[in-house]
């Protein structure tokens, strides 16, 4: 049985620029734990886009999201928000990293940001490299070998545990 | 086809010949920099059931974010990266009292040319100063560094940024930064390796250097870069860094950029990042009047020696503004020292300033944090909002000198007008 690599579901959507003050504030940072660290994503923001977020299996941005900190509870707080995937037009190269190396889905595709609707259904397939929008398929290229294990195993400590599990099996 | 810095560093720490941009390659970084987040680490590695470390002499932790602890929650984490510096034998462990970490490091001799160097800090491009490949990296990566030695790294396509001097009166290194920033924007240089050249950048002081590398960040920069000189060997030598132990490597002169940008410091006039992004930059005179009731000189961008010298120049025989709190943090002990034994310290004092241990400190939002309305003047990297306390408070960045007249003013000032 092959593994679906498809994740989706309700958008959220978002401007260019989205820091990761904003995303996650700083001073929430003494926790690690995702559902502790997603009562507080976007906060800033306010009560309104915090419960909409919750509502949300994917976060659709504009350029340069998740720009400024290398904190990487910014990816970890959404997983715990219940987002699956993130679509943007780009990603500050920090926020990339985090989301593969924590199990977060992130492309870069702009079709589909501007086909993307807030509140409507998004259906990203990281394997297939395409996000689909209604009756609309947009493509984005496919994650490197390398990048795509570490993503499939959850994350990179995950993955590093697997492998070193496998290796003691020998 | 020449080669860039980038191409040099990652073929050296990957073992690797020929790599073009877009490649991604297992890189064996030199040093593993973790700040107050090492405890976010530590948790981590035992989560993978204590695995043996690759190399621990190349593991470096400064406790700087949250220093020293403000509960005690967070003084649990500190005590628990001390424990584990010793029973692990961490060496290059620093404590509460260093300061922050880039700094600190660097000016320990730590950080060498030619060198990567990972950290748990996005402004870790500041050790492009010394000609090493800096970058910041999240906290599984710096444990699973730890643990393997190596870490994934795509080669990054180079922008040439060409300075030339010398600067405008009442200009610095972070009016330069800011006007670049304003111009290429905060994703103009995402994933790319900047390298800073031109005339001014050879003029300039390691610690100037040091501002542009850091800001460099702030335009989406992985790493940046100063090509080394006798400038940079002289700070390394009085840093203790043993020639024999590192090798300088300079881009090829034929080397390929995406693209050449220029900055003319001659016709440059004070810049600031008004709220609530970075690159949203104008000359000071557009925002001058603003009323501040907080000015801050401190951060990895803007505490240095020098940076506390030109505050303490506009400030010398002035007073703070009635109603304005001036917070100045020094970047490091050793920076304080010399400032508080050759009298910027009591000149800071008599003006008016709160002068705080070395550290992050109201950058990272710990202590001079803003209540709702009000606007803080910044030497910092980033005036995000809420950084620095209230969401519905403002943050405005600029030179340590525009922060010096804007606390003698109380309103954002040109510092032309009060530089003798």
Known sequence: MSMSTAVGGRAIVFGDDVNTDVIIPGRYLVSIDPAELAEHAFEPLGPEVQQRLRESAVVVAGRNFGCGSAREQASTCLIGAGIGAVVARSFSRVFFRNAINTGLVAVECPDAVD???????????????????????????????????????????????????????? | MGRTFAQKALERASGEKDLVPGQIVDAFPDLYMSHTASWRCIRTLERMGWPELYDVDRIAMVMDHIAPADNAKTAGYHALCRDFAQRSGVRKFFDVNAGIAHVVLMERGLVKPGEVIIGTDSHSTIYGALGAFGTGVGFSEITATWVTGKLWMKVPESIRVEVDGPLARGTYAKDVMLRLIGDIGADGATYCSVEFHGSYVEAMSVSERMTLCNLAMEMGAKNAFVP?????????????????????????????????????????????????????????????????????????????????????????????????????????????????????????????????????????????????????????????????????????????????????????????????
Do not use: W
């Open chain 1, 115 to 170: 086909a993307i609707e807030d509140g409507g259904e998004v259906l990203v397939d990281y394997t297939a490299g395409t996000v689909t929008v209604g009756s609309g398929t947009f493509t984005f290229a496919p994650y490197p070998p390398g990048l795509r294990v570490i993503l499939e195993a959850g994350g990179l400590i995950p993955y590093l545990m697997r492998e070193a599990e496998a290796g003691q099996r020998g």
């Open chain 2, 228 to 420: 080394p000189d006798a400038t940079t060997r002289a700070y390394l030598d009085e840093a203790g860094a043993d020639p024999a132990s590192y090798e300088v490597l300079l881009p090829d002169p034929d080397a390929e950029y995406r693209q050449v940008e220029r900055v003319d410091g001659r016709s440059l006039v004070a810049q600031v990042a008004v709220p609530h992004t970075v690159d949203n930059v104008v000359p000071v005179t557009e925002v001058a009047g603003t009323k501040v009731d907080q000015v801050f000189i401190g951060s990895c961008a803007n505490a240095k020696y020098d940076d506390l010298a030109i505050a303490a120049d506009v400030l010398a025989g002035k007073t703070v503004a009635p109603g304005v709190r001036l917070i100045v943090t020094p970047a490091s002990s050793r920076i304080m020292a010399k400032a508080a034994s050759d009298g910027i310290v009591s000149t800071l004092l008599a003006a008016g300033a709160t002068i705080t241990n070395p550290g992050c400190g109201a950058c990272a939002g710990v202590g001079g944090a803003m209540a709702d309305g009000e606007v803080t003047f910044s030497t910092a990297n980033r005036n995000f909002q809420g950084r620095m306390g209230s969401y519905h408070s403002r943050i405005y960045l600029g030179s340590p000198a525009t922060a010096a007249a804007t606390a003698v003013r109380g309103v954002i000032s040109d510092p032309q007008e009060l530089l003798a």
